[in-house]
């Protein structure tokens, strides 16, 4: 929070409250015992869809935090992935007064306004695994280095292209900051000299619905009979595509972000995904968590700089972000392949 904050007052004889004319947060200290009023707090997680196994992993990280602090909280999940139920999500948060509003936005420039509000409420507001705009939020909780990630995928396309070739891109839909910010990034990586030999040849959307994504992988084999990759950075799209290039017989390659244990029967050097990449969405979730409560509890601000402590976590550092705001980044992504799936499948 950006104002230091709020103690509940234990004084001999009596209790007396300081909060004013503001029921969560006080700013005056009397002689007495001062604590956290952990009774006045609530956190809220907005995940992105409810098709997606991916974000009921995080929600569960920050679940397993939340309890073990002991504090109050709810998550909220958008019918299918429909923006507009965040939107109404921010809303009723911001009406209830949460103390702070963890979001992975569907649609940033949409949710730009009721986030905006909420922070005018004084709710602090970040953002997880998709950044908000900037002015949207305090701190962006990214899971991992965008450019490391546009490196990793473009490496991956090259070597499953064997060094030449068409490519395309099937992500989840034209408003997910995240993937937009991804695949921006891989067309500036795929300009070196080095991926010379590569042509991307679309972009296609999958909306995170079964029979869509299905269909636009076959109408991407269909209508590019000399594809040779198709990388699919989404864990909600990369299932129904591997199905769709199997049922096929085709022999275009997958690669992307997929979750091991619902990619596990896909991956191998001979089938469908020879390996694809990954962060522990487990690990995005407390993140998430334990930055929600230091920013409510003025630990930290979003400020460049800043450094924290997240519980065994360690310590973390916010940076500059891609869009000019700022972040905290959770880690590397591991890569998934026939070695190691069958250890990994029964984790995440
Ligand atoms: C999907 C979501 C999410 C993305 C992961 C990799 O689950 O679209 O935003 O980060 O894939």
Same mark, same amino acid.
């Given at each position: 929070?950006?104002?230091?904050?709020?103690?509940?007052?234990?004084?001999?004889?009596?209790?007396?409250?300081?909060?004013?004319?503001?029921?969560?947060?006080?700013?005056?200290?009397?002689?007495?015992?001062?604590?956290?009023?952990?009774?006045?707090?609530?956190?809220?997680?907005?995940?992105?869809?409810?098709?997606?196994?991916?974000?009921?992993?995080?929600?569960?990280?920050?679940?397993?935090?939340?309890?073990?602090?002991?504090?109050?909280?709810?998550?909220?999940?958008?019918?299918?992935?429909?923006?507009?139920?965040?939107?109404?999500?921010?809303?009723? +948060?911001?009406?209830?007064? =949460?103390?702070?509003? !963890?979001?992975? $936005?569907?649609? &940033? #420039? *949409?949710? /730009?306004?009721?986030?905006?509000?909420?922070?005018?409420?004084?709710?602090?507001?970040?953002?997880?695994?998709?950044?908000?705009?900037?002015?949207?939020?305090?701190?962006?909780?990214?899971?991992?280095?965008?450019?490391?990630?546009?490196?990793?995928?473009?490496?991956?396309?090259?070597?499953?292209?064997?060094?030449?070739?068409?490519?395309?891109?099937?992500?989840?839909?034209?408003?997910?900051?995240?993937?937009?910010?991804?695949?921006?990034?891989?067309?500036?990586?795929?300009?070196?000299?080095?991926?010379?030999?590569?042509?991307?040849?679309?972009?296609?959307?999958?909306?995170?619905?079964?029979?869509?994504?299905?269909?636009?992988?076959?109408?991407?084999?269909?209508?590019?009979?000399? +594809?040779?990759?198709?990388? =699919?950075?989404?864990? !909600?799209?990369? $299932?129904?595509? &591997? #199905? *769709?290039? /199997?049922?096929?017989?085709?022999?275009?390659?997958?690669?992307?972000?997929?979750?091991?244990?619902?990619?596990?029967?896909?991956?191998?050097?001979?089938?469908?995904?020879?390996?694809?990449?990954?962060?522990?969405?487990?690990?995005?979730?407390?993140?998430?968590?334990?930055?929600?409560?230091?920013?409510?509890?003025?630990?930290?601000?979003?400020?460049?700089?800043?450094?924290?402590?997240?519980?065994?976590?360690?310590?973390?550092?916010?940076?500059?972000?891609?869009?000019?705001?700022?972040?905290?980044?959770?880690?590397?992504?591991?890569?998934?392949?026939?070695?190691?799936?069958?250890?990994?499948?029964?984790?995440?």
């Amino acid at each position: 929070m950006k104002k230091r904050i709020l103690a509940v007052i234990l004084s001999i004889g009596m209790a007396v409250s300081f909060l004013g004319g503001c029921t969560r947060h006080a700013t005056k200290k009397p002689t007495s015992e001062v604590v956290d009023v952990a009774e006045t707090e609530k956190y809220a997680l907005i995940l992105n869809g409810s098709n997606n196994q991916y974000e009921k992993l995080i929600a569960q990280g920050f679940e397993s935090v939340m309890k073990e602090a002991n504090k109050d909280y709810v998550v909220k999940t958008p019918r299918d992935s429909r923006a507009q139920d965040q939107e109404e999500f921010v809303k009723q +948060l911001t009406w209830e007064k =949460v103390s702070c509003i !963890a979001v992975a $936005p569907l649609d &940033a #420039a *949409a949710l /730009e306004k009721p986030l905006r509000a909420a922070m005018d409420a004084g709710i602090d507001v970040c953002a997880y695994d998709t950044p908000t705009t900037p002015d949207s939020r305090e701190l962006f909780i990214n899971q991992t280095d965008t450019d490391q990630i546009a490196v990793t995928l473009m490496d991956a396309v090259l070597d499953l292209s064997g060094g030449m070739g068409q490519w395309a891109i099937l992500s989840s839909s034209s408003t997910a900051a995240n993937q937009n910010e991804w695949i921006n990034r891989m067309r500036e990586t795929m300009k070196d000299d080095k991926y010379k030999g590569l042509e991307m040849v679309e972009v296609a959307y999958g909306d995170d619905q079964y029979q869509r994504v299905y269909d636009q992988t076959k109408a991407l084999l269909q209508n590019y009979p000399d +594809l040779k990759t198709i990388c =699919v950075p989404s864990t !909600a799209e990369l $299932p129904a595509a &591997a #199905a *769709a290039v /199997e049922d096929a017989r085709s022999h275009v390659k997958l690669t992307g972000f997929g979750l091991p244990s619902e990619m596990a029967d896909h991956i191998g050097a001979n089938k469908a995904v020879p390996y694809m990449y990954l962060w522990n969405p487990d690990d995005l979730g407390r993140l998430t968590a334990y930055v929600s409560v230091a920013l409510h509890n003025g630990k930290i601000t979003g400020e460049l700089g800043e450094k924290f402590k997240a519980g065994d976590m360690g310590e973390f550092e916010v940076t500059r972000s891609e869009d000019e705001g700022t972040q905290v980044i959770v880690g590397s992504p591991y890569k998934f392949d026939q070695d190691n799936i069958e250890k990994w499948k029964d984790i995440f």
